[in-house]
């Protein structure tokens, strides 16, 4: 059976038996399951595909247990398989899908349609047609906002956020990130508040926020702890804003002398 639907090449053929899966008929039970089996063993060469063995769109995990590593032209006929034996409607696009994409690298492929999806403003590119799904996915993903679900993001954030924010700096921040920053506050200009160079702004600021309840003045840092403003903060630092929340700050690069006051006994 498994070396009969692999040979299937015609066409009118596999729309016939497709229409008959539609109508009710089966192959037999774990038919798809021997296919798998047989996928496992079989040798594989050039381009592999991920297979979800139970698919995503019916419950599967993306789970080591759950995937297996299979040849494109494989990965079309166990969809097939599934379909034939199981009926699922979800089985069936995923092959008509991918057999009219076997020939393409679809990964380039992909970004290719996003790029004339941008040019033209269309697809996910269309504002219009991002507001509507805005508004139908904040509905659906508000009433579906557990605390597991919020758990999960948060992780996932703070996993990856720094590693992405450190990717997205210019060249300028950088460049003041590895300064030593010294920060004066209006009601202490007397008082230096020295941070050795951080990895961000968000590492300075929390840096300058522990400094001033070390010194004992945690009223300073009351508008850095409770503002939402972070651009505030970033701007502040690239010297696009002379003062924030009562501080200004000096820049000194690593050659510099000038904080030698500061250390010497």
């Not at 494989?74 to 599934?82: E, G, K």
């Not at 990856?160 to 920060?183: H, P, R």
């Amino acid at each position: 059976m498994i070396d009969e639907i692999e040979n299937i090449r015609i066409k009118k053929t596999v729309q016939y038996i497709l229409k008959r899966v539609d109508k009710g008929y089966r192959l037999k039970s774990g038919t798809y399951d021997k296919y798998i089996n047989y996928l496992r063993n079989k040798p594989t060469i050039g381009n592999l595909e991920k297979h979800h063995i139970v698919p995503r769109h019916s419950g599967g995990l993306d789970i080591t247990t759950n995937l297996i590593q299979i040849m494109p032209r494989d990965h079309i006929l166990a969809h097939l398989l599934r379909f034939l034996e199981i009926g699922e409607k979800g089985d069936k696009l995923a092959y008509i899908f991918r057999r009219h994409t076997y020939n393409f690298d679809l990964s380039s492929h992909g970004k290719k349609i996003a790029a004339i999806h941008k040019i033209n403003g269309t697809g996910f590119f269309n504002s219009e047609l991002q507001r509507k799904l805005g508004r139908k996915g904040g509905k659906i993903g508000g009433s579906k906002n557990t605390q597991i679900k919020w758990d999960a993001r948060s992780k996932v954030g703070k996993q990856y956020g720094v590693q992405v924010g450190k990717s997205n700096q210019s060249e300028l921040l950088k460049d003041i990130l590895a300064c030593t920053l010294v920060f004066h506050h209006r009601d202490a200009p007397d008082i230096p508040f020295i941070i050795p160079p951080s990895d961000s702004a968000a590492e300075v600021k929390r840096k300058l926020i522990a400094l001033c309840e070390e010194l004992g003045y945690p009223e300073f840092a009351a508008k850095l702890i409770t503002s939402p403003n972070e651009g505030l903060f970033h701007n502040f630092l690239k010297g696009k804003k002379p003062t924030a929340y009562g501080w200004v700050v000096t820049k000194i690069s690593a050659e510099s002398t000038f904080l030698d006051e500061f250390y010497l006994d």
